[in-house]
């Protein structure tokens, strides 16, 4: 997948995102990601270098590690970042789904047949109930 492709995808989406979805997108992507990309790497990315357990014998250093440190924060970090992000996907795969069939209905039937969807600017039906799911799988994992 290049940059073109997932511009497409979130363009695609933003058609039927309110202008709070598309603030809260670009939120994500921009501040999440780079802080993650930028600033986790540097601080965390070698987490037990430094760490020293007080006996010699083998493999005793990541046992302690992980006894007092049992997440690493760039992993939940990772794990949070994707978690946030996956609702969003539903949307895109519906978005991805509901042009596709379009794009199937005008090559079997012609240019000038009846559209599928009548209105692809507003969300009603199947796409609402997808984006009021991504909605309320957002709400929760923010919340936890």
Aim: charged residues 20%.
């Amino acid at each position: 997948m290049d940059w073109k492709t997932l511009q497409a995808l979130l363009s695609g989406v933003n058609k039927y995102s309110t202008a709070f979805g598309r603030i809260w997108l670009s939120v994500v992507f921009v501040f999440r990601v780079l802080v993650y990309v930028v600033a986790a790497e540097r601080v965390w990315g070698d987490e037990q270098k430094d760490f020293d357990c007080n006996t010699r014998q083998p493999g005793c250093t990541n046992v302690c590690y992980d006894h007092f440190f049992p997440i690493s924060h760039i992993r939940l970090w990772a794990l949070q970042l994707i978690f946030v992000t996956c609702p969003s996907l539903l949307v895109i795969m519906h978005v991805a789904y509901r042009e596709d069939r379009e794009k199937k209905n005008r090559e079997k039937n012609g240019e000038n047949c009846p559209k599928l969807y009548s209105d692809t600017g507003k969300k009603h039906g199947g796409l609402w109930w997808t984006y009021l799911l991504s909605l309320f799988f957002k709400l929760i994992i923010e919340i936890l």
